[in-house]
């Protein structure tokens, strides 16, 4: 069975703080897709990243980090030095090679001026 | 212009009533989505479609029919509508695996559906 976990329901930090939100998933599939979206209040889903089974290095873009760590489970998103327009839902997602996608329950995440 | 399109974006339906959301794509996507979001649950999948003429259930699917008869168009169906149900559901689309775009999701504006 597949399953994405968000333990964070709410994060709140102040602008310039540096936020990690955590993303532990489940799959028995070798071959396997991750994602991070960023749902801001306007309700749109915006795509952020995506990374395969198979490609475990990390990745920087601008203040975003990722970190993918097959050995937990794991792949966390950083953002440096947040910003208040960086308010927004962030959800983690895995799809499978049979096509199947889910989402994590997603975190809110508050940056205050 | 390209991409997802729902309708309705607003319903209010009596328990008991059906109705069908539409979702239609122009991107000559094959796999479609429908999620429905709830508060403090996220996103969750009803049932997905990897290609014209199939369907297949995700994780939540009951109450929930769905048809793709058209490879633009993947409809969600509520036969007799219940509280439960009121949510705000979204379409999504991307291409198959190997084909440009393939890990981008292209979401609707999403449908708010109240039962009272």
């Known amino acids: 069975a597949q399953k994405v976990t968000q333990a964070q329901t709410e994060i709140s930090v102040v602008e310039k703080e540096d936020v990690t939100l955590d993303c532990v998933y489940e799959?028995?599939?070798?071959?396997?897709?991750l994602f991070w979206y960023k749902q801001p209040p306007s309700g749109e889903l915006v795509f952020l990243i995506r990374r395969n089974s198979f490609d475990e290095q990390n990745e920087i873009s601008g203040r975003y980090s990722w970190n993918f760590q097959k050995s937990t489970s794991s792949f966390n998103f950083t953002i440096t030095a947040s910003q208040v327009v960086d308010s927004a839902v962030y959800f983690c997602a895995l799809r499978s090679n049979t096509g199947k996608l889910i989402f994590g329950q997603g975190t809110t995440l508050q940056v205050k001026p | 212009n390209a991409g997802v399109t729902q309708t309705p974006k607003f319903r209010v339906l009596k328990t008991g009533q059906s109705m069908t959301l539409l979702c239609a794509q122009d991107?000559?996507?094959?796999?479609m989505y429908w999620y429905r979001q709830d508060p403090g649950m996220g996103l969750r999948l009803i049932h997905y479609s990897v290609g014209e003429g199939t369907t297949a259930k995700g994780e939540v699917p009951d109450g929930y029919n769905v048809s793709r008869l058209k490879k633009q168009n993947f409809l969600l169906g509520l036969e007799s509508a219940a509280p439960s149900q009121t949510s705000v559901y979204f379409c999504?689309?991307?291409?198959?695996?190997?084909?440009?775009?393939?890990?981008?999701?292209?979401f609707g504006a999403g449908s708010r559906l109240t039962v009272l």
């Open positions: 991107m000559n996507h094959e796999y």
């Open positions: 799959t028995r599939d070798t071959t396997y897709y």
């Open positions: 999504a689309s991307r291409s198959p695996q190997g084909v440009s775009g393939a890990n981008v999701l292209t």
